[in-house]
Structure formats: C-alpha cells, structure tokens
C-alpha cells in the first residue's frame, strides 16, 4: 500500500497561458509547494511569483543535480530559489531598522573579513563576485559565510542579509 504525502508541481511560467492575476488565484486554492520554471529568471517575474506563494523558482534548463536539490528542499517544506533571483531579492530590501547595541557587539564576534563578506552579501554579491572582488576563492567566501552563520546563529544568506541591513551595517 502507497500513500501520497507530498506533491510539487513544476510550472514552465512561458508555457503557462494565464495572467499573472489568474495564476495567483489558482495559487490560491493550489494545496502543494509549486516550483515556477521559468527561460530567464528575473527579479520583476519571480517576485510577484514569490508573493504569491509559490514556494520555488528556478531557470528551466535546471540541471538535474539542482532540480533534485530544490525538490528535496520544496518536500521538507522549505523553498528554494534561483540564486540570481535571491541576490536581486536582497538587493531589494530596503530596512530602515535602527542600530542595536546587541547587533552591534554580534558584529564585532565576527572576524573583519566576515564582516567585509557579511557586508557583500546584504549589497546581493554572490560568492564567486565576493571572491573577485577580496582576490580569494569561492570556496573561502564560503567557509567564511558558514563562521558567519554559526557566530550569529542564522541559517542562510538571506537571513544574514537581513541581519545585516537590520543591524545597520552596510
């Protein structure tokens, strides 16, 4: 005996004759994590997708390895996103937070060059720009993200972003 406990459905955005109005209204009554497929992922498509509750958005020539990846991710109820789509996102956020004296000493737990990457990041750099920019490999920027993560306790770069841009220092 099979039980279904879990469905996502991928959606190629350019295939799909339906407005952006439409499709926000199916969303709507759509129980299932839905993955938007899309020839050229952009900020001004994904984001109206994203506020619409579609919980994944990615280019449609997605290699296998990263579909799977992102269908993992979708099935444990987290959601997954282009990584232009993501840095684009973060260069969006405008927070208007103040200061606090515990995000300032958080901030100070970090080594200047997590701060300097921490910094990059909340700008919506991607590792490999990171990398360029500092003269250092990817592979660094990422071990430095992940000391960066575990010092403040977050868990992706978003968050960090936010952090960041809430902690006021850009």
Excluded at 27 to 46: C, D, H
Excluded at 77 to 85: C, T
Excluded at 97 to 124: P, T
Excluded at 137 to 163: F, I, P, Q
Aim: net charge negative; with cysteine.
């Amino acid at each position: 005996l099979c039980s279904l406990t879990f469905i996502v459905i991928t959606l190629d955005i350019q295939s799909f004759q339906m407005t952006f109005q439409e499709l926000g209204e199916f969303l709507k009554e759509y129980p299932y994590p839905i993955l938007v497929l899309s020839a050229v992922p952009t900020f001004e498509e994904g984001y109206p997708l994203l506020r619409m509750g579609v919980r994944g958005y990615a280019n449609r020539h997605i290699g296998s390895v990263h579909l799977k990846s992102a269908l993992g991710v979708l099935e444990s109820g987290g959601s997954w996103f282009d990584p232009g789509f993501m840095n684009d996102l973060i260069r969006h956020i405008d927070y208007s937070g103040a200061s606090s004296e515990k995000g300032n000493e958080a901030f100070e737990m970090l080594s200047e060059r997590e701060r300097e990457i921490a910094r990059y990041i909340a700008q919506g750099l991607s590792n490999h720009q990171i990398a360029d920019v500092l003269e250092i490999t990817e592979r660094t920027v990422k071990a430095h993200l992940l000391a960066c993560y575990k010092k403040l306790g977050l868990k992706d770069r978003v968050s960090l972003a936010l952090w960041v841009k809430e902690a006021g220092h850009e």
